[in-house]
């Protein structure tokens, strides 16, 4: 296998990850969302929740596609036009990505003391949703069944 094939493959590779991403990251955040909603009653908590958490799912999708648009593009079709097709694809990636940003933080990335990525918006997601303060990430107290209570 040469290399530029082997290239490939690790392209193919990622934007599968991705897909797997955002498939199993839909439905986690559905089925979370769904769980804390029925326990705590609270309808707009759980679709915050949701927003949240498949916000964070999409974001970490599009890191990985533009990882597989990278070495695509560096390892397999080292052109000036391929550089340029990756350039417009990241920016256009960028842009989505501040849009979801702005969409689940609610104010614009100059305005946040610290920068997140798609990872950080999962992990704010999942310790809100077990109870924990979101500014710390430390996890809910644990009950004597070994879930958080």
């Given at each position: 296998?040469?290399?530029?094939?082997?290239?490939e493959?690790?392209?193919?590779?990622?934007?599968?990850?991705?897909?797997?991403v955002?498939?199993?990251?839909l439905?986690w955040s559905?089925?979370?969302?769904a769980?804390v909603?029925?326990?705590?009653?609270d309808?707009?908590?759980?679709?915050?929740?949701?927003?949240?958490?498949?916000?964070?799912?999409?974001?970490?999708?599009?890191?990985i596609?533009?990882?597989?648009?990278?070495?695509r593009?560096v390892?397999?079709?080292?052109t000036?036009?391929?550089v340029?097709?990756?350039?417009?694809i990241?920016?256009?990636?960028t842009f989505?990505?501040f849009?979801l940003?702005t969409?689940?933080?609610?104010?614009?990335?100059?305005?946040?003391?610290?920068?997140?990525?798609?990872a950080?918006?999962?992990?704010?997601?999942?310790?809100?949703?077990?109870?924990?303060?979101?500014?710390t990430?430390?996890?809910?107290?644990?009950?004597?069944?070994?879930?958080?209570?």
């Open positions: 296998m040469t290399f530029t094939a082997l290239m493959r690790a392209a193919q590779a990622f934007e599968v990850i991705a897909v797997m955002l498939i199993i990251g439905v559905l089925l979370y969302s769980r909603w029925r326990t705590s009653g309808g707009r908590r759980g679709y915050a929740l949701l927003r949240e958490f498949f916000g964070g799912v999409l974001l970490l999708g599009v890191e596609l533009v990882a597989a648009d990278l070495i593009t390892a397999v079709t080292p000036l036009e391929s340029g097709v990756l350039g417009l990241v920016l256009i990636r989505l990505s849009s940003e969409e689940i933080e609610g104010v614009p990335p100059w305005r946040r003391a610290m920068t997140t990525s798609g950080g918006v999962l992990s704010r997601a999942a310790s809100r949703a077990r109870g924990a303060d979101a500014t990430d430390e996890p809910a107290p644990l009950g004597r069944s070994g879930q958080s209570s």
